[in-house]
């Protein structure tokens, strides 16, 4: 794994938004990295789809725990929507994607879980059209990437179809976000190529008529899609509703990813399976054996309020609002690090299936909202 540099084409962004991709650079510093990529090998994709096989298998299992257990103190989730995570669970509400973000250590060749983004990932837009148009612009069509991303998905929404409620499944985001319209959009492409009829509405515009959820139009809201947090939306009055909501609407993705979103669980993937190669340890607060980890709030998004900690003193944290709910304690990992900064890898399953991957680059050792977007291609 290595990084690769190119002689940059000149009119990568204008490229770039012929395809509809309209945030490639954050205040003139470049979001998308055009002229230089990761060079994988097909063993370290295997490696790849094998590690993020595992560990959904043991989040699954982790969840199960959870429920089983009812350890929902440790989530600080509400008691109202108790019930509704364990009947969304029961009855294998639907669920399409989740992002797992994996540290590599170069040297020792292993894939450690940092954490889970099981409700709202981004950059899949990215991952499954940019960088692959990015690698049809630079190299032949003989050079791979692990990238099935746009094929899965179609074929994932095609399973899910037949148990849809309602004849219209909503896609919903807040509005003046480009970003997660721009994710949302595409994932709505490719349910209406499974042949799905879809609707776009923003989360704002989601009407409660004391008995159900409604469109602008006043049409009963029976499936729907949402690129917005759970741990925001049950806080809110809006969220609440939805315990009360006759028709019981389908939300992808279902609150039982909650448990999975949220870095709680963390320390119970520690406590099922330790030791497993692919997981850090982690702990809620007995983390005294540590000398080197991080301390993360469970609903931290975008690595706010994270610290990081070296033979026990803090070396350095980011800043933020998190914090109020809790912390979890995780072993520091080792980053691969290159001239051009720290990378982690978002590895994406969809449906049941390992699809595709994703390079974020930093030039510090969190990765945060600043951080770039780095395509990659295999080749032995």
Not at 41 to 63: G, P
Not at 137 to 163: G, M, R, T
Not at 293 to 317: C, F, Q, T, V, W
Request: glycine residues 4%.
């Amino acid at each position: 794994m290595k990084i690769k540099h190119l002689t940059i084409d000149p009119n990568w962004k204008s490229r770039l938004e012929s395809i509809g991709y309209g945030f490639h650079t954050d205040q003139d510093e470049p979001y998308w990295i055009d002229d230089y990529y990761f060079e994988i090998t097909s063993k370290e994709a295997d490696m790849l789809h094998h590690a993020t096989t595992e560990v959904w298998d043991m989040c699954l299992k982790a969840v199960e725990y959870v429920i089983t257990n009812k350890r929902y103190d440790l989530f600080h989730i509400p008691a109202y929507m108790v019930h509704h995570i364990e009947q969304s669970w029961e009855n294998e509400t639907p669920s399409i994607y989740g992002r797992f973000d994996f540290a590599y250590d170069s040297e020792k060749r292993k894939l450690k879980l940092l954490e889970f983004n099981a409700d709202t990932p981004t950059s899949l837009f990215e991952c499954g059209i940019v960088q692959w148009y990015w690698k049809n612009h630079y190299f032949s069509e003989s050079i791979d990437q692990f990238n099935s991303v746009h094929e899965q998905l179609i074929a994932c929404w095609k399973d899910i179809k037949p148990h849809l409620k309602g004849d219209i499944l909503y896609f919903s985001c807040a509005k003046e976000t480009l970003e997660d319209l721009t994710n949302v959009e595409y994932l709505r492409d490719t349910a209406m190529q499974a042949g799905i009829q879809t609707q776009l509405i923003y989360i704002d515009d989601i009407g409660w008529e004391g008995r159900e959820f409604v469109d602008l139009e006043g049409k009963s809201i029976q499936s729907i899609f949402k690129l917005y947090p759970w741990e925001w939306m049950v806080h809110e009055e809006f969220g609440k509703n939805i315990v009360n909501d006759v028709n019981e609407a389908q939300w992808i993705e279902p609150s039982w990813k909650m448990l999975l979103s949220n870095k709680a669980i963390l320390p119970i993937l520690w406590q099922l399976f330790p030791h497993h190669p692919n997981l850090l340890p982690a702990y809620f607060d007995d983390h005294k054996q540590l000398r080197n980890y991080i301390k993360k709030p469970i609903l931290s998004r975008e690595g706010a309020n994270i610290e990081m900690y070296y033979d026990k003193e803090l070396i350095y944290a980011t800043a933020g609002e998190y914090g109020r709910e809790g912390y979890i304690y995780q072993e520091l990992a080792t980053l691969h690090k290159e001239e051009t900064g720290f990378s982690i890898i978002g590895s994406w399953i969809i449906g049941q299936e390992p699809c595709g991957i994703s390079f974020r680059e930093s030039t510090m050792p969190i990765t945060t909202d600043k951080s770039r977007f780095v395509p990659h291609i295999i080749k032995n």
